[in-house]
């Protein structure tokens, strides 16, 4: 084996292809004559691919089962957010809401590892049940004396949800932080 022979080899697939200048393929071309070992991988990478390789056949059924899992998830995340809008309200006087959108926010961060879709997963439900809560009296009471009155109250509510939420987040980049590194 010479010095040229590493770039020889390194040339082969230009030199199939027909991409090489006149004198790289001449200079190709009076190496492949002088040496039997880059000759001999020359000829065995011409060799084509076996009958039985399948081109891209499986890897559709495989994409669609990971796509159909990753909806399944993002529509389960989408559930729970909503429910844990219903269901920990700051105005309701609870402390639970903490807890689970801190929480919310940590899983959300390390499945998604987005900041924008963690919030979106928070905060969106979040605002249509404060909507529905604050601003309607569907369930028997209107908090608001106007509309800007109801408007801040559930922006108030969401933003101290969000807060929350961040913190989450905080805590979930702490947690791949610290896999990386081990």
Not at 158 to 174: E, M, Q
Request: charged share 15%.
């Amino acid at each position: 084996m010479t010095k040229e022979c590493p770039i020889i080899q390194d040339l082969f697939p230009l030199y199939e292809e027909d991409l090489l200048q006149l004198e790289t393929k001449q200079f190709v071309e009076e190496h492949l004559k002088s040496c039997q070992e880059c000759r001999q991988m020359a000829e065995q990478s011409q060799i084509p691919l076996p009958v039985e390789v399948e081109h891209g056949g499986g890897t559709k059924k495989m994409i669609r089962k990971i796509t159909l899992k990753l909806t399944t998830i993002q529509i389960f995340f989408v559930a729970v957010a909503f429910i844990l809008a219903m269901g920990t309200t700051v105005m309701n006087n609870k402390s639970g809401f903490i807890l689970t959108y801190a929480l919310l926010g940590a899983v959300t961060y390390l499945f998604y590892r987005s900041i924008l879709i963690a919030v979106l997963l928070a905060g969106i439900p979040n605002f249509i049940w404060n909507c529905l809560l604050y601003m309607t009296d569907w369930f028997g009471e209107f908090y608001g004396g106007n509309f800007l009155e109801a408007i801040s109250i559930v922006l108030t509510a969401v933003i101290v949800h969000l807060i929350i939420t961040f913190i989450g987040i905080v805590i979930g980049f702490c947690i791949l932080k610290v896999r990386e590194e081990n």
